[in-house]
């Protein structure tokens, strides 16, 4: 009996070696997965940093385009009147 329970248990011991040696490449890769999608979130986040700015300055050509077009119509809506 002792023999038979050496064994049950040397078959466990080795269930649980090779289950210890499956979950350490799950990490590893759990951990690779990771590693790259933190520098795709890098690469991501400055993607929207630089879209950002973009926007920024073409907002800011567009109301200096708009206010130029206001400027102009101001000045032909006076010389309208100055003609009348």
Not at 45 to 66: D, S, T
């Amino acid at each position: 009996m002792a023999l038979e329970q050496m064994e049950a248990l040397g078959t466990r011991v080795r269930g649980l070696v090779e289950l210890i040696q499956e979950l350490k490449r799950t990490k590893a890769t759990l951990e690779r997965d990771l590693r790259a999608a933190r520098e795709r979130l890098i690469v991501q986040e400055e993607r929207v940093r630089r879209w950002e700015r973009e926007r920024n300055e073409i907002r800011l050509r567009i109301e200096k385009v708009l206010g130029e077009l206001d400027l102009l119509e101001h000045i032909k809506g006076s010389k309208e009147v100055a003609l009348d």
